[in-house]
């Protein structure tokens, strides 16, 4: 099982508290991540990536073990604390706005 | 008794207001979808405990939220928590946050290019949804206006929804441009006499109809002059803010231009300007006494870089004669101190007699009257800005 860890308004949209664990089939990497994630809460759907170009929205991030993934391609491997569950993989929203 | 319930979206979450057919004891309920900004909310006129939210942020995008039971409780469509995550057919859920263009061969028109602020041509890129409009029979279709410019509707209760390509394919869509709000499609009126007729108006396109249920649109601009585009009577390119009609005359119309206040008594196909003795005729709203279809009420706002009330004096204004003539409505409104905007889908008048009229402002108060707009009070105040006011009469 891997750890994923959701700013607030998903856990609230997706009725879950801030950490998920997800069972994710082969390479782990964000497309895979986030494929498992959606196949769990379909109600997250468009809400990190874009619906058709899978593009990752702007104002979020993806971090693990103190590196930021946003800019690494979709099917780069994460680290594998992540793989272990040792690490979670962070989605957070950008500090902005008013 | 009757009862109303006031639906109101603020920049924060949701709001609802409601008070027994005496309109003199208000009580809140929220905020529902807290930290979001809510465009809208309305509910079915087939089924008031059917109601539609459009939920959004910059950080996740466009949610739609549905509730059952008169707001009580909500969901999204299709995909209600802890169940299933696919229909029994196998279809994958989670498409009630799906808004996109269609651009198949079939039923579609190519991703066309709109003109952006610079000038130059930018492919349509959806981004949220302004304006939600339930059919006036079904409770499970509904259109929705979005921003950039288009309509979709859904047949299916909010699951799953799908543009009407015929207005974003029009010919004159490399013209439209997004006002300093955005291009959105704000305006959305269905005649309750022919179902195959519907309004829209979109910042800074202008006003279109189609009379065919959706498939072909037609321009209905001509007699809006507006001098700060190139072309000051132009096809496209108006900045026209709100479209009002009384549901007994679906063939007049009236209009709140960027500037302006405008009136057709033929379906959009000629305009008339009626800005009268208005101490401006800049604002964002209109609408239409629920019983006297030539009453009609705007909120005046300064002009289009000071978005607020001349003089600090927040005042309603009432024509009885469909235009031209207008009186101030000040009693209980703040005349002092008050720099408030009302946005363009932020008033809204009830069916009870005396017709209730409400409008909610940027300063996050509901103000109501429940004659017809000679007395006013505040139903809720300190709130977020409020996006959106909408009222359902119950019985």
Redesign the interface.
Known sequence: MIRVVLPAHLRTLASTGREVKLEVAGQLTQRSVLDALEVSYPMLKGLIRDHVTKQRRPFLRFFACEQDFSHEPPDTPLPDEVASGKEPLIIIGAIAGG | MSKVRVLVGTKKGAFIVSADGKRTQWGVSGPLFA??EIYHMKGSPADPNRLYASQT???????IQRSDDGGKTWH?PG?P??QP?TTPEGM????S??F?YDASQETGKPLTTHQWYDGTQRPWEFKRVWHLEPSLSDPDTAYAGVEDAALFRTTDGGKSWHELAGLRGHGTGPRWQPGAGGMCLHTILLDPRNPNRIYIAISAAGAFRTDDGGKTWKPINRGLVSQYIPDPNAEVGHCVHRIAMHPSRPNVLFMQKHWDVMRSDNAGDLWKEVSGNLPTDFGFVIDVHAHEPETIYVVPIKSDSEHFPMEGKLRAYRSRTGGNEWEPLTKGLPQRDCYVNVLRDAMCVDSLDPCGVYFGTTGGQVYASADGGDNWSPIVRDLPAVLSVEVQTLP
Not at chain 2, 57 to 63: L, R
Not at chain 2, 92 to 95: C, L, M, N, Q
């Open positions: 930290g979001w942020s910059g950080w996740f995008g466009q949610v999204q995909t928590a802890g995550t994958t859920k989670g498409e946050n799906k996109v």
